[in-house]
């Protein structure tokens, strides 16, 4: 069965690209092109896995995560950030604070991407 | 001085008197404890001892009698007519031989025959035939037996014998006070010694009895023989002082006891103690009694007849008197001795007195001089305490004169800096009155100022200052400094500093304080302009590193913003290369790979910016790190890549190599170093990498290569920013410019030290110093 990715980002250009990279391994994309409509679409949707943006105008990636986790439903959900952000200290939240599964900063390798979402998949 | 010396002498002279007062007491108690005790009891021992010698002398007396009575019965001129019944012969041979041989040695003289029938009376030849067989003696003698013995002899007997002894012997009691009271005042009987002696004839045989008696009283032969032989003629004040008396029960009946008119104290009794005793028990009596009219040491015996029953008394007494006055006589002896001793004492009081005070006098006298500064050495010749005394107070005397002359020069010294201040120096009393000032005071403030208070003169004010430094510091005992500011006459501001300091005596006591003023006007503008100069100088650098701060956090959102485009160039560009988006021509492939590549280095660059404009804001954290695992992880990373372009690594590395440090910026420092090694490096190159101890403090890494070199000129610019050799270099191997800066910052962050040396065309060496502890590290 196809796995089912949310991309989570304001930027449409990085949104096609992840879609066009992620979609030619065989995944199923789904997007979301702010926090709000990312929360919307998670709950309805129900991603194998989301990839999200930090910096977003409005609710931005941390306040997503944070209101993921307080839902019984989505909580389980894996997350991988995927953000400009490349300070060892935005990284030390994500991973350690807010329990993502991954951290990939911009700009990214397409196998990389490729090679850490299948990871986060178990495949 | 006269005081100390009376007191001496007094003290002395009242301590030897005390000594011998005491003593003469001891003395005296002893005295009148041996006297009374010891004395009088032998003089009662004596008296004791006398009683005996009497009894024997009566006894004797007794004897003498018996024999004479005995031989008489001897005589034929009694025998004969006895034994012839020539009786009236006998009567008048009988008065014969009393006359010849007894007159005046027995009252009684008479012959019974064996019926106990008198026969013959010396004294009264006319009465004869009645019986006198009921004498007990008579009866003795009639069985052959000389007997004597003391017996009371009734009126009536004494009557017969002869009519004179009845009147020698009644007495009329005289009253005596402490007499036992009897019923009758007088007696009729006498008392006497009889001696009764048997008569023999030719045959041996008892024709009868002779006896005699020798009446006592009123005849005073015995007491007076016992007093001669016992006393002699001893008198005292007139009077015999010892006596013998003889009593017939209890009254005297013959005695030298005199009463108060010097006659013989007959018929007066002996006392109701001593009757009791002696006459009621039979006992011996001995004290001290009243006999009389005076105290005598006296002892009693009784005189029994020959049933044994006590019927009168032996007395012998000495007068207590002499002993008396002789104790008193001692008394006066020992007090004219006492206040000679007293005389005596005082005057040897008064001699070790003035021997004591003599030398304490030169003492004093030596330190009265020295109290009026002069210093004398004081002579004692005598060999005691005082000498002592005397050497000691001279040591200490030259010790105080090496000590004044010390403070004196010390003093000099104080005053001769004091008057050299170059500032306006005052000392002030307690209430801040000028004591002694300086020279420019003086010179500035007039001459007369001591005296003064100081704010008068120095400040012109008429009471003491608010911020008064000398108030201060008289009560905390500290310096203490304040700055006073003045206008002239001009506007001129003028400032002072005063300091006041404690002046203290020997016990640490505030007794004053020591006030400096200097003109600091000059040195206070000065201040102000400094102060005003770094106040420019903080505020400007509190604007650069706000300034700084914004600067860091715009690189940072740039860093940001310049992401996230090149997200979308950067994977764009990968998907046409690697043909996902279709075919492409080589030579669109080769352009797609050279674009590739400058993203790449944007990213880097981005991230170095990003890293080296927030190098200060991160907070390092410093361990004691590995450093020869560390550097040896970044040579493995670096194997591949070095064996890519054929090139060897060598390393030469000391183990256990600690240090202090942040890891991950060390990591980054040999990184960067190896990463343009291997790049700078042709293929076929070299790099060695060295790492050890340059001494017990540092740690010495060397990274060298093979590589172009560097230009001398360019070494000390490589580690400036954005600085390559030169563009071609840039665009051959690739790189930001800013690796050696961030090397550079973070090897000077840990205290070390980075430097290069190079041989253009032959390679470069880098040089990392680093300290092996990071100060407040506490690993």
């Known amino acids: ?123 | 001085m006269g005081n100390i010396n009376t007191t001496i002498r007094k003290k002395l002279t009242f301590g030897f008197l005390i000594i011998l007062l005491a003593s003469f007491l001891i003395a005296g108690g002893v005295g009148v404890y041996l006297f009374n005790d010891v004395f009088q009891t032998n003089i009662q021992d004596a008296v004791v001892h006398d009683l005996d010698v009497a009894d024997q002398i009566y006894v004797y007396h007794m004897k003498h009698a018996e024999d004479m009575v005995s031989y008489t019965a001897g005589f034929s001129r009694i025998i004969d007519p006895l034994v012839n019944d020539d009786h009236e012969v006998l009567r008048q041979d009988l008065v014969k031989i009393y006359d010849e041989r007894f007159y005046g040695k027995l009252d009684i003289l008479t012959v019974v025959d064996t019926n106990g029938i008198v026969v013959a009376r010396a004294r009264n030849p006319e009465l004869y035939g009645d019986s006198q067989a009921g004498n007990d003696l008579i009866r003795h003698a009639m069985n052959g037996v000389t007997i004597s013995s003391t017996e009371i002899i009734t009126r009536e007997e004494l009557l017969k014998e002869n009519r004179s002894l009845a009147d020698q012997a009644y007495m009329e009691f005289t009253p005596t006070p402490k007499a036992k009271p009897r019923p009758e005042n007088h007696s009729t009987s006498g008392m006497a010694i009889l001696i009764a002696s048997p008569i023999y004839d030719m045959n041996g045989s008892i024709i009868g009895v002779l006896y005699g008696a020798d009446l006592i009283n009123r005849d005073y032969y015995i007491v007076d023989e016992i007093k001669n032989a016992l006393y002699k003629d001893d008198i005292y004040g007139g009077r015999d002082v010892g006596t013998a008396t003889i009593f017939q029960e209890d009254f005297r009946i013959s005695t030298n006891v005199p009463t108060d008119t010097g006659e013989r104290a007959i018929t007066t009794r002996v006392s109701r103690e001593v009757n009791e005793a002696v006459l009621d028990k039979g006992e011996y009596w001995k004290d001290r009694a009243f006999v009389v009219n005076s105290w005598y040491v006296t002892a009693y015996k009784p005189i029994k007849n020959i049933e044994g029953d006590t019927i009168g008394i032996l007395y012998v007494g000495i007068l207590e008197q002499p002993y008396i006055d002789a104790g008193y006589r001692i008394l006066i002896i020992y007090i004219l001795f006492l206040f000679a001793g007293f005389v005596l004492s005082i005057f040897v009081s008064r001699y070790y007195a003035g021997a004591i005070i003599s030398p304490i006098n030169k003492l004093i006298k030596g330190i009265e001089s020295m109290a009026r500064g002069q210093f004398e050495k004081i002579e004692v010749k005598t060999n005691d305490e005082t000498a002592t005394l005397a050497n000691t107070f001279n040591e200490m005397a030259v010790n105080l004169q090496k000590t004044m002359g010390e403070l004196v020069l010390k003093r000099n010294e104080i005053e001769t800096i004091f008057k050299s201040i170059s500032d306006v120096a005052s000392a002030l009393d307690k209430d801040n009155r000028i004591i002694f000032a300086n020279n420019l005071a003086q010179k500035i403030f007039g001459k007369n100022i001591n005296g003064r208070y100081c704010y008068q003169v120095f400040e012109g004010k008429d009471k003491i200052c608010g911020d008064c430094p000398a108030i201060e510091s008289l009560k905390t005992g500290e310096v203490v400094r304040v700055i006073h500011s003045r206008m002239d006459k001009n506007g001129k501001e003028y400032f002072f500093e005063i300091t006041g300091s404690p002046l203290k005596d020997e016990n640490d006591n505030v007794t004053g304080t020591l006030e400096i003023r200097r003109d600091v006007t000059e040195q206070k503008t000065l201040e102000n302009q400094l102060r005003e100069s770094y106040e420019n100088l903080e505020n400007a650098y509190k604007e650069l590193q706000q300034m700084d701060k914004i600067k860091s956090e715009l690189v940072a959102n740039i860093s940001h913003e310049l992401r996230t485009p090149l997200t979308a160039i950067r994977g764009y560009t990968e998907l046409m290369l690697d043909g996902t988006l279709g075919n492409i021509t080589d030579m669109q492939e080769k352009s797609l790979a050279v674009v590739l590549r400058n993203i790449d280095r944007l990213t880097r660059l981005i991230t170095n910016v990003l890293d080296f404009s927030k190098f200060e804001s991160i907070e390092h954290e410093i361990l004691s790190i590995k450093l020869d695992s560390l550097i040896n992880d970044v040579i493995t990373d670096f194997e591949k890549a070095a064996k890519d372009k054929n090139i060897t690594i060598g390393k030469d590395i000391e183990a256990y190599l600690t240090l202090d440090g942040d890891e991950d910026r060390l990591v980054q420092v040999f990184y960067n170093l190896l990463e343009n090694a291997v790049k700078f490096s042709d293929e076929g190159g070299k790099i060695l990498v060295k790492a050890y101890h340059e001494n017990a403090y540092h740690i010495h890494i060397e990274v060298g290569d093979t590589g172009i070199g560097i230009m001398e000129d360019e070494l000390d610019m490589i580690f400036e920013r954005f600085h390559q050799i030169d563009s071609s270099s840039t665009r051959k191997f690739g790189g930001t410019g800013l690796g050696l800066a961030i090397c550079k910052k973070i090897i000077e962050w840990h205290n070390g030290t980075i430097w290069a040396r190079s041989i253009q065309g032959k390679g470069s060496v880098f040089h990392v110093l680093l300290p092996v502890k990071q100060p407040g590290s506490n690993s």
């Open chain 1, 1 to 123: 069965m196809t796995k089912k990715i949310m991309i989570v980002d304001d930027e449409p250009d990085t949104v096609d690209l992840v879609k066009l990279v992620l979609e030619t391994e065989g995944y199923e994309i789904s997007v979301a092109y702010s926090g709000s409509e990312a929360l919307e679409k998670i709950k309805t949707e129900k991603p194998d896995m989301v990839l999200l943006d930090i910096m977003m105008p409005g609710m931005d990636g941390w306040a997503v995560r944070t209101k993921l986790l307080e839902d019984n439903e989505t909580k389980d959900i894996p997350i991988v950030i995927l953000t400009a952000k490349a300070q060892p200290i935005d990284k030390m939240i994500g991973l350690h604070v807010v329990g993502v599964v991954d951290y990939i900063t911009k700009p990214f390798g397409r196998r990389e991407l490729a090679d850490r979402v299948r990871k986060v998949l178990g495949e």
